[in-house]
């Protein structure tokens, strides 16, 4: 009889804990993107992985994950950092100005990189393991000369839009899943932008990486995090 007792207890305990749980960790049921959600890959190409003029550390881990998910999604868009010739984003660019360091820009600060992604080379190619075979549309990003582009949805002016939040809503997608690098910029830019479209919008992490600028991940992170976006890892999609 107290040895029943105790396990009634036990079971009553656990039963408490687990009501005050959140109902989605009760529930190892997986996401399974729609015919209605897109994966957005974003800049993964040459430029950004070991070997490219702006690498990303660990940048070339993220395509075996996404190859891997992209199976899942009837809808994938592909971006592609496409920069002039002395585009105003590179430090070459600013005299007595080094990669990293910042400018004013009539959009605001920028941040000045090493040339990179410059339109037409290898470097500025997708890699070439990629696999996405239903991927629809490669946007390219960054061809103004004098305006930066780290959003697939809206350049770094805050005004001129790509056209693709109306490419996505009028082909009836709700839905976008964020992957590529870097982390901290172009991705975290894109799940902004798209939460600011009114896309339900999940960054998966495992299949991002990040430059991390003085804590620029982390804060990035954060900034999703409250607009709402949603962060997930590989493993929590439905993969058939």
């Not at 009553?12 to 957005?40: D, F, V």
């Not at 002395?86 to 990293?100: D, L, N, V, W």
Request: aromatic share 8%; with cysteine.
């Amino acid at each position: 009889m107290q040895k029943n007792r105790r396990q009634l207890v036990s079971s009553i305990g656990i039963l408490s804990a687990l009501g005050t749980m959140a109902p989605w960790a009760l529930s190892a049921e997986k996401i399974k993107p729609s015919n209605k959600s897109a994966l957005i890959v974003v800049d993964v190409q040459n430029c950004f992985v070991e070997g490219g003029t702006l690498p990303v550390a660990k940048g070339a881990e993220v395509v075996p994950v996404i190859n891997k998910i992209a199976s899942a999604f009837a809808n994938i868009i592909v971006t592609q950092d496409w920069h002039t010739q002395g585009h105003a984003s590179f430090a070459s660019a600013h005299a007595g100005k080094k990669p990293f360091e910042t400018t004013n820009m009539p959009y605001g600060t920028q941040v000045l990189w090493p040339d990179h992604c410059v339109q037409g080379s290898n470097d500025a190619a997708l890699h070439p393991d990629l696999k996405l075979p239903t991927a629809q549309l490669v946007l390219r990003k960054g061809y103004h000369a004098n305006v930066d582009s780290y959003s697939a949805f809206m350049e770094a002016d805050r005004k001129t839009a790509t056209g693709l939040a109306g490419y996505l809503k009028q082909r009836g997608i709700h839905t976008v899943f964020v992957v590529g690098l870097a982390t901290d910029f172009c991705v975290a830019w894109t799940a902004l932008d798209a939460r600011t479209a009114g896309f339900t919008t999940y960054v998966v992490e495992d299949a991002c990486r990040g430059i991390d600028l003085n804590g620029s991940v982390d804060a990035a992170w954060k900034n999703m995090a409250t607009k709402g976006v949603k962060r997930i890892q590989s493993s929590d999609l439905k993969i058939t």
